[in-house]
């Protein structure tokens, strides 16, 4: 039986091991046996995450991250997580190969997915000129002409950072200004191989083996043309990672997981959340590793609570197992139940 069982290896889920580690409650992180990081592992210069004033790479964040979170304890499992049970005092996570853990507190930091366009030729033709990130890719579109998708500080970031490589960007936006930052939206107005082209959408992606073009519609007038390009990349958004907990646990309208207020306790006893995945407005890695804090200290203010009532409990040697387990759900709730006292008494 584990203390508590960290999914997602981004900002939230390693700053979320740290501080448990620290706490002496030997964590255990599963991190994805494909994308462990997060989506810092796809991101080039960090100019704004605090420590660090010549910026520093994404990756060599997230590698000092898990480096820190290991020195002091905390058990990493590349693995992935195809199921989980939640209800009751004892969760259960059942991994593709690490078989099935059992803790008694589980913190979600699974973080969100690249958002797609949706259309019809986007899945046969990934990773033959259609990209979701430029670190990765951009190397492979040399003196091409190419295209972004978006108008956000991430489809910003991919623009600049794709001139690098190809002797012209499009910025394709469907409305004429963009949401992205000051600072990013000046970087990609002044770099003179982006050109942009506003109020257009994509309506359809050519190429029999790779992209050969796109097709854009016009989202004033419907007209339509045909963009000759040799690569697409999408930065349209990300979504939340959130179905492994559908029909467990509260989602809010924006498809996060619920919690209460500023805390990181969701809908059921001992289970936590942080980062992007309760976050759809912010998104920022330093929003993300302090809501990693507030999770690993709430589910210590839970596992104490929890300690100190079982402690009073009078369970017989003798007893039914189920009569045991009800026991403890008991204090389980009791627990949960007065650590949200203390934090509404505390605010």
Known sequence: ???????????????????????????VLIASSVEAGGELMNTTEVENFPGFPQGIQGPDLMFKMQEQAERFGTEVILDDVTEVSLDGPVKTVTTGYSGTLEARSV??????????LGLADEERLSGRGISWCATCDGFFFKEKTIAVVGGGDSAMEEATFLTRFASKVYVIHRKDSLRASKIMQERAFQNEKI????????????????????????????????????????AIGNDPRVHLVHQQLELTSDGVIAVDGRSSRTSLAGVFA??????????????AAASG??????????????????AHL???AE????????????A????????????????
């Open 195 to 234: 050109e942009f082209l506003w109020n257009n959408e994509v309506v359809g992606i050519n190429g029999e083996n790779a992209v050969e073009s796109v097709t854009l519609r016009n989202t004033v007038d419907g007209s339509e043309q045909v963009l000759p390009l040799g690569g697409l990349f999408v």
């Open 314 to 316: 009078d369970v017989p």
């Open 107 to 116: 913190i979600f930091a699974t973080g969100s997915a690249y958002r797609k």
């Open 332 to 347: 389980s709730a009791r627990a949960a139940a007065s650590a949200s006292e203390a934090a509404t008494v505390g605010a």
């Open 293 to 310: 804090t507030v999770a690993a200290l709430d589910m210590e203010s839970y596992l104490a609570e929890l300690e100190q009532a079982e």
């Open 1 to 27: 039986m584990r203390n508590v069982i960290i999914i997602g290896s981004g900002p939230a889920g390693y700053t979320a091991a740290i501080y448990a580690a620290r706490a002496n409650l030997k964590p």
């Open 274 to 287: 942080a980062g992007d995945v309760i976050d759809p407005h912010y998104r920022q890695a330093i929003t």
């Open 319 to 330: 007893q039914e197992p189920e009569a045991e387990a009800e026991a403890v759900e008991s």
